[in-house]
């Protein structure tokens, strides 16, 4: 059984930093790429970063140089170092694997909360 763990949400002034960690289990953690994603209140979820194990990276425009994805492979775990922060990237942030094929992320963490105060 897959599960997908997040921690290290919570309230933080405008320009202030977090950092994010997802710890997966019950599974090859180093073979499958990962990624956060975030939920704003009445908007779609969408894909903050990702990265592979290579380790690739890649970044949504909105958070390029201000959010860092890394990956330990010896800790099972992802991070995301959000720096700057700012009121609109408050909202609910999802950790997830995506399959070999990249087609689609498919195990999910039960999301933490992360809002920016102005």
């Known amino acids: 059984q897959v599960q997908v763990v997040e921690s290290g949400g919570g309230l933080v002034q405008s320009g202030g930093s977090l950092r994010l960690s997802c710890t997966v289990s019950g599974s090859i953690f180093s073979t499958n790429a990962m990624g956060w994603y975030r939920q704003a209140p009445g908007k779609q979820r969408e894909l903050v970063a990702s990265i592979r194990n290579g380790p690739t990276t890649n970044y949504a425009d909105s958070v390029k140089g201000r959010f860092t994805i890394s990956r330990d492979n010896a800790k099972n775990t992802v991070y995301l170092q959000m720096n700057s922060l700012k009121p609109e990237d408050t909202g609910v942030y999802y950790c997830?694997?995506?399959?070999?094929?990249?087609?689609?992320?498919?195990?999910w963490g039960q999301g933490t909360q992360v809002t920016v105060s102005s």
């Open positions: 997830a694997r995506q399959v070999l094929d990249g087609a689609h992320y498919d195990y």
